[in-house]
């Protein structure tokens, strides 16, 4: 198969994502970890909000969605430096290695959403057997693992992402 060519848009979301000015905040392992966390914390009162919103009929709760956005995207945007792109630039601009990393990531992905649409039924049936009206529960699930299908291949990529080599060059330079 011939390589194809790079748009403008691959070569520009490429260079984005291949930025250097946020590499401290997911240099090691341990801060990567953190921002993935950050990011699942901020999903989930994200979607509480929304939900609250909407089925809980308080305008409030759009005051506090709107302002766990800024973090979420934030968030988001340290992880996608992270994997440097990995789920989000297009599969032409990816070399070998990358495509078979994302093919793991997605893959790893759908096997602990499998699991979590398994607890999801049974949390929902066992609710069911002890007396809860499931149909008030099946929006907030649907939806809960809606989100949680989307995001959990981008979780899964910013804890699996390893380390950079350390740079040679500037270590010989300081010594």
Do not use: K
């Not at 699942?40 to 909407?54: F, H, N």
């Not at 789920?87 to 495509?99: K, S, V, Y």
């Not at 499998?114 to 499931?134: D, F, K, Q, Y």
């Amino acid at each position: 198969m011939a390589q194809q060519q790079l748009t403008a848009y691959d070569r520009r979301m490429r260079a984005l994502m291949n930025r250097t000015e946020g590499h401290p905040l997911h240099r090691t392992a341990a801060r990567r970890r953190a921002a993935v966390c950050a990011h699942i914390a901020l999903t989930a009162g994200s979607v509480a909000a929304w939900l609250g919103l909407v089925l809980g009929e308080r305008a409030w709760w759009g005051y506090v969605l709107l302002g766990l956005l800024l973090p979420w995207c934030v968030a988001t945007g340290v992880i996608n430096g992270a994997t440097r792109g990995l789920l989000e630039l297009r599969t032409r601009a990816l070399d070998e290695r990358q495509r078979a990393e994302r093919n793991r990531v997605r893959a790893r992905a759908h096997q602990l959403m499998t699991w979590l649409l398994l607890a999801a039924a049974v949390g929902t049936g066992v609710a069911g057997i002890s007396g809860t009206e499931v149909r008030a529960l099946v929006f907030p699930v649907v939806l809960c693992a809606l989100v949680a299908h989307w995001l959990m291949p981008l979780w899964v990529a910013g804890l699996s992402a390893r380390d950079e080599p350390a740079d040679d060059f500037t270590d010989e330079a300081a010594a």
